[in-house]
């Protein structure tokens, strides 16, 4: 938790994050998505990787499963 809050220091557009999720307790994984949910919001581009997808919310954004999107966009 205290990678990703340096990281929001600096006001970035993108936040590149590699399990996120890795050793937490589920409230604290549960309020970290929270978060990425309104910094997406606002704008912010995340590129998350995480190996249990159901810590991902779709909230979040697109979603790749090997390479490729599960759940292809609406045209």
Do not use: C
């Not at 581009?45 to 609406?74: C, I, K, M, W, Y």
């Amino acid at each position: 938790m205290l990678a990703i809050a340096r990281a929001l220091m600096s006001r970035p557009r993108l936040l590149l994050l590699d399990e996120p999720s890795l050793g937490l307790a589920p409230l604290v994984v549960k309020q970290i998505f929270q978060i990425l949910r309104e910094l997406t919001a606002q704008g912010m581009t995340l590129f998350l990787v995480e190996q249990n997808a159901r810590h991902a919310p779709q909230s979040v954004g697109p979603r790749l499963r090997d390479g490729e999107r599960p759940d292809p966009p609406e045209r």
